[in-house]
Nanobody
Framework: VQLQASGGGLVQPGGSLRLSCAPS????????MGWYRQAPGKARDLVGS???????NYADSVKGRFTISRDSANNTLWLQMNSLKPEDTAVYYC?????????WGQGTQVTVSS
């Protein structure tokens, strides 16, 4: 099973983007899903996550601007990003953690620049 992430691109500061992530097949025993990001020369950091019960968690830097959601029927994951800042520029990765293993998407580039 692979995770297909999409929706990245170039946006001006203050703009919005919506990322999506869909698995290519069925994943059972999902515990949580999430989005991470990695800027050049930096570590990969958690952006936000959502548990199988719908509990969400966000990095302080994105609270109030980003919203994570999922469709539990097909395990599609979204990240709505509003009020984007240049420091949000990074490659964004989606992830799925099940009771058996973790899955990672290929990453989608988000660039916030005027």
């Amino acid at each position: 099973v692979q995770l297909q992430a999409s929706g990245g691109g170039l946006v001006q500061p203050g703009g919005s983007l919506r990322l999506s992530c869909a698995p290519s097949g069925s994943i059972s025993g999902i515990v949580a899903m999430g989005w991470y990001r990695q800027a050049p020369g930096k570590a990969r950091d958690l952006v936000g996550s959502i548990t199988s019960r719908g509990t969400t968690n966000y990095a302080d830097s994105v609270k109030g601007r980003f919203t994570i959601s999922r469709d539990s029927a097909n395990n599609t994951l979204w990240l709505q990003m509003n009020s984007l800042k240049p420091e949000d520029t990074a490659v964004y990765y989606c992830s799925v953690f099940s009771t058996y293993r973790g899955y990672w998407g290929q990453g989608t580039q988000v660039t916030v620049s005027s």
